[in-house]
T-cell receptor, first 109, second 114 residues
Framework: RKEVEQDPGPFNVPEGATVAFNCTYSNSASQSFFWYRQDCRKEPKLLMSVYSSGNEDGRFTAQLNRASQYISLLIRDSKLSDSATYLCVVNRPGNQFYFGTGTSLTVIP | NAGVTQTPKFQVLKTGQSMTLQCAQDMNHNSMYWYRQDPGMGLRLIYYSASEGTTDKGEVPNGYNVSRLNKREFSLRLESAAPSQTSVYFC?????????????FGPGTRLTVL
């Protein structure tokens, strides 16, 4: 079983829509959680960390459910510039990071 | 600040050839990493260096070697390239070797092995 699993999509949504991505992780000892963004043929960049109580950064909200071992990312009022692949990343003891395969989002005018 | 730089950007090798991928960071980070990204697989850790003078294997180390030349530079060597090593290689760095620290990635090297 993969350490981190994501629905690859693609998600095609109109501008202004709200879209949510989920990610599940297999190791219950996982300690830290992140969402990275990767534009086409570019390097991944940190979008936001995910905290146990949930956290928000502008139009982006991240949630963690340890009991069910999943992480979510909600994007409100989607912009064209949000089009990218979103990578779910999990860190467990030993400090190695495990990346999901990514969820592709295209925001349509 | 250039951040994390990688050379070359593109490379084509024949099976059996060797090459070294170079990575440098100017953020005074202690930890550096090499990943490969393949379609449908996500990024996978090849090797990492938690601090200058140390290196450790990641998830997929076979066929690779690394050298932490100094605090700034971390190179990845393919001694005898194989078609299965066709991939995009990313170098990354973080301030410390911590589960909570942000990793900063270089622009990647696109390698094709024929």
């Amino acid at each position: 079983r993969k350490e981190v699993e994501q629905d690859p999509g693609p998600f095609n949504v109109p501008e202004g829509a709200t879209v949510a991505f989920n990610c599940t992780y297999s190791n219950s000892a996982s300690q830290s959680f992140f969402w990275y963004r990767q534009d086409c043929r570019k390097e991944p960049k940190l979008l936001m960390s995910v905290y146990s109580s949930g956290n928000e950064d502008g139009r982006f909200t991240a949630q963690l459910n340890r009991a069910s071992q999943y992480i979510s990312l909600l994007i409100r009022d989607s912009k064209l510039s949000d089009s990218a692949t979103y990578l779910c990343v999990v860190n467990r003891p030993g400090n190695q990071f495990y990346f999901g395969t990514g969820t592709s989002l295209t925001v349509i005018p | 600040n250039a951040g994390v730089t990688q050379t070359p950007k593109f490379q084509v090798l024949k099976t059996g050839q060797s090459m070294t991928l170079q990575c440098a960071q100017d953020m005074n980070h202690n930890s550096m990493y090499w990943y490969r990204q393949d379609p449908g697989m996500g990024l996978r850790l090849i090797y990492y260096s938690a601090s200058e003078g140390t290196t450790d294997k990641g998830e997929v180390p076979n066929g690779y070697n690394v050298s932490r030349l100094n605090k700034r530079e971390f190179s990845l060597r393919l001694e005898s390239a194989a078609p299965s090593q066709t991939s995009v290689y990313f170098c990354a760095s973080s301030e410390v070797f911590s589960g909570t620290d942000t990793q900063y990635f270089g622009p990647g090297t696109r390698l094709t092995v024929l």
